[in-house]
């Protein structure tokens, strides 16, 4: 279980800080459940309720600063998640971002890279699917190294390609 003030991750919505604990008085929400209030670092306007017993298949704890480093010096040894099939190299991305793992994020941004540069010298263009997943995919792992490592998330595109290059 949680405590008031943890930082996690949710799914689609990056950083979350804990501001509650209680029984929402929502329309939809069952009266006799405890509910996570969650706010987004990156949408302090934003309230998302998350049952406590969904918890562990809905949120992580954010990562500190050493499991960042831990990750980013990890990041030539991720292998890139490459799907032929179309259908099925989409479900992995949905399936990627849902997971919020940033291992599985690496993982298909390494992909789509890669995809883009093949595409690129075929004289052809990325795919409108690609680029969307490629951007929520480094948004997504961006905001959460950023916010472990105490930077700002345009930082960590250069401080991350510094760090591997050094590697």
Known sequence: MYEI???????????????????????????????????????????LYVPTDMAETTLRKALSEAQAWEIIHKIPEVEAAWISNDKLREQTYKDAIHSCSPTALISIIKNLYLRKKQRSAQGKKSTATDERYFKLAEDNLYAELAFALGKRKNEMRQLIAETVQEK
């Open 5 to 47: 003030g943890d930082y996690v991750i949710k799914a689609n919505n990056g950083v979350c800080r804990i501001d509650d604990i209680l029984h929402p008085d929502l329309p939809n929400a069952d009266k006799n459940k405890l509910y996570y209030l969650l706010v987004p670092v990156e949408n302090k306007n934003a309230r």
